[in-house]
């Protein structure tokens, strides 16, 4: 098992940049794989991003593309997700998620969870 706890969210003017982080625990990082979702006030939770064990595929929900990238460092044990040109429809409470092995889009598929950081994208 694994436990993850994300930081880095706070509020942030539109067009600016903001850098989350979730800090694993454990010595098998490199088992699972990771995802970011987001979850908006009255909204669905919708995929973000996600990386495979290395953090040699990437993959990115449209609306983010070009502007959020995703990243990992096995040995620091820490996923990343580097969020550019941000807008209002980017606030949202963001989680970070893993699952062993084989990654997924749907969070469903996500079995360990952090407690999610604020992001508020002001206008």
């Known amino acids: 098992q694994v436990q993850l706890v994300e930081s880095g969210g706070r509020l942030v003017q539109a067009g600016g940049s903001l850098r989350l982080s979730c800090a694993a625990s454990?010595?098998?990082?490199?088992?699972?794989?990771l995802g970011w979702f987001r979850q908006a006030p009255g909204k669905e939770r919708e995929f973000v991003a996600r990386?495979?064990?290395?953090?040699?595929?990437?993959d990115y929900e449209d609306s983010v593309k070009g502007r959020f990238t995703i990243s990992r460092d096995n040995d620091k044990n820490t996923v990343y997700l580097q969020m550019n040109s941000l807008n209002p429809e980017d606030t949202a409470v963001y989680y970070c998620?893993?699952?062993?092995?084989?990654?997924?889009?749907?969070?469903?598929?996500?079995?360990?969870w952090g407690q999610g950081t604020q992001v508020t994208v002001s206008s």
């Open positions: 998620a893993a699952r062993q092995y084989v990654g997924s889009r749907n969070g469903n598929d996500y079995d360990y």
């Open positions: 454990g010595r098998t990082f490199s088992t699972y794989v």
């Open positions: 990386t495979g064990r290395f953090g040699l595929s990437t």
